[in-house]
């Protein structure tokens, strides 16, 4: 069976394993000649923290930013892979079913991604791992092929 792959989404949260997902859809990009998306997750946790003053948003920012660049270094130099790159809320107090599972989901089939990379580790609570925690809704519902690393 072949794979016709143009567009990787890959959801990121700032956790280390991020990193490692994005290395993963870079490489999956350049093996199918395909496009690299980075969905950047925030938590409503660290939205709450922004509002409450207690976390700025030009840390949560640069993190971002971070990443960004880090996977920017990981794509070929001669520019075969296109990327680009979008947030997201993962959660909504108002939405019943704004849960970063779908909300990956509900970006992938916006974009018309043909394959989704998503963090899974085990929840530790930790405000920035908020991806890890959607892998098995991702994984469960996806109509795309998924890689869970």
Same mark, same amino acid.
């Given at each position: 069976?072949?794979?016709?792959?143009?567009?990787?989404?890959?959801?990121?949260?700032?956790?280390?394993?991020?990193?490692?997902?994005?290395?993963?859809?870079?490489?999956?990009?350049?093996?199918?000649?395909?496009?690299?998306?980075?969905?950047?997750?925030?938590?409503?946790?660290?939205?709450?923290?922004?509002?409450?003053?207690?976390?700025?948003?030009? =840390?949560?920012?640069?993190?971002?930013?971070?990443?960004? *660049? #880090?996977? $920017?270094?990981?794509?070929?130099?001669?520019?075969? @892979?296109?990327?680009?790159?979008?947030?997201?809320?993962?959660?909504?107090?108002?939405?019943?079913?704004?849960?970063?599972?779908?909300?990956?989901?509900?970006?992938?089939?916006?974009?018309?991604?043909?394959?989704?990379?998503?963090?899974?580790?085990?929840? =530790?609570?930790?405000?920035?791992?908020?991806?890890?925690? *959607? #892998?098995? $809704?991702?994984?469960?519902?996806?109509?795309?092929? @998924?890689?869970?690393?």
């Amino acid at each position: 069976m072949t794979l016709d792959i143009d567009l990787v989404l890959v959801a990121v949260d700032g956790s280390d394993v991020s990193s490692r997902a994005t290395a993963c859809a870079v490489a999956l990009a350049e093996r199918y000649e395909a496009d690299v998306h980075l969905l950047h997750f925030v938590d409503n946790r660290v939205m709450q923290g922004i509002d409450a003053g207690d976390l700025s948003p030009e =840390t949560i920012a640069q993190e971002q930013q971070t990443l960004t *660049a #880090a996977t $920017q270094k990981e794509l070929p130099d001669d520019g075969s @892979v296109e990327f680009t790159i979008s947030g997201a809320a993962g959660f909504s107090t108002t939405k019943l079913g704004q849960t970063p599972g779908f909300v990956i989901l509900d970006v992938a089939d916006e974009l018309g991604a043909d394959f989704l990379v998503v963090p899974r580790e085990t929840p =530790t609570g930790d405000p920035d791992e908020v991806v890890g925690k *959607a #892998a098995l $809704q991702v994984l469960e519902y996806a109509s795309q092929p @998924v890689l869970s690393v």
